[in-house]
């Protein structure tokens, strides 16, 4: 059983769409983090969101943690290439990591 | 600072061989971990520490060991190697956990092959 699943697990969009990728679970958490990881790469951490119903933004993405701290969102607006990657949620819970949704922006 | 840096790159290994992967920081952090990722996966936890001398099994430890006698060194060990061993591993490091939270900082992984 997978902790934290994540979708869509693929997702090709132009350059310019929006999107949201989510992150879900039936464990509540103390906070979840998002991580973008490029090809040949390991994760950057995005963001950590500890309070439910928070939401963070940093440039064009926004995250968003459940009210019952049960669940994340990630948007993002007016995707450019460079948002090309592996998306991951975690919890710091057990060092737990989703399965990932894997973003593609076609120019 | 270079961070968190892990050798080899790259490593095709026979069944039933051994190996280590090496991973150093120098960010002075305590926490040490290592995850494998499998293709089209996200990280599985396989050790990590809490600073020289403690280790502890995270989800899926069969088949490695680790030690850590500095702060900046976390090696792992694979004896016997497996095909399912085949992946590609992530050696992190954090600061200590802060009210339930922290930033991991990944190194650029190793990918290994076993044939």
């Known amino acids: 059983t997978q902790l934290l699943e994540q979708s869509p697990q693929f997702l090709s969009i132009q350059e310019g769409e929006n999107l949201t990728v989510y992150c879900n679970s039936s464990?509540?958490?103390?906070?979840l983090q998002w991580y973008r990881q490029e090809p040949g790469e390991g994760p950057v951490l995005l963001v950590t969101?500890?309070?439910?119903?928070e939401v963070k933004k940093l440039k064009r993405l926004t995250f968003q943690f459940g009210d019952a701290r049960k669940d994340s969102s990630l948007h993002i607006t007016a995707a450019q290439p460079g948002d090309t990657g592996l998306y991951l949620c975690?919890?710091?819970?057990?060092?737990?990591f989703g399965t990932g949704t894997r973003l593609k922006v076609l120019a | 600072n270079a961070g968190v840096t892990q050798t080899p790159k790259f490593r095709i290994l026979k069944i039933g061989q051994s190996m280590t992967l090496q991973c150093t920081q120098d960010?002075?952090?305590?926490?040490m971990y290592w995850y494998r990722q499998d293709p089209g996966m996200g990280l599985k936890l396989i050790y990590y520490?809490?600073?020289?001398?403690?280790?502890d099994k995270g989800e899926v430890p069969n088949g490695y060991n680790v030690s850590r006698s500095t702060t900046e060194d976390f090696p792992l060990r694979l004896e016997l190697a497996a095909p399912s061993q085949t992946s590609v591993y992530f050696c992190?490091?954090?600061?200590?956990?802060?009210?339930?939270?922290?930033?991991?900082?990944f190194g650029p992984g190793t990918r290994l092959t076993v044939l």
């Open positions: 960010m002075n952090h305590n926490y």
């Open positions: 969101v500890v309070t439910g119903g």
């Open positions: 992190a490091s954090s600061y200590s956990k802060l009210k339930g939270y922290n930033e991991q900082f």
């Open positions: 520490s809490v600073g020289a001398g403690i280790t």
């Open positions: 975690a919890t710091t819970y057990k060092y737990i």
């Open positions: 464990s509540v958490f103390s906070s």
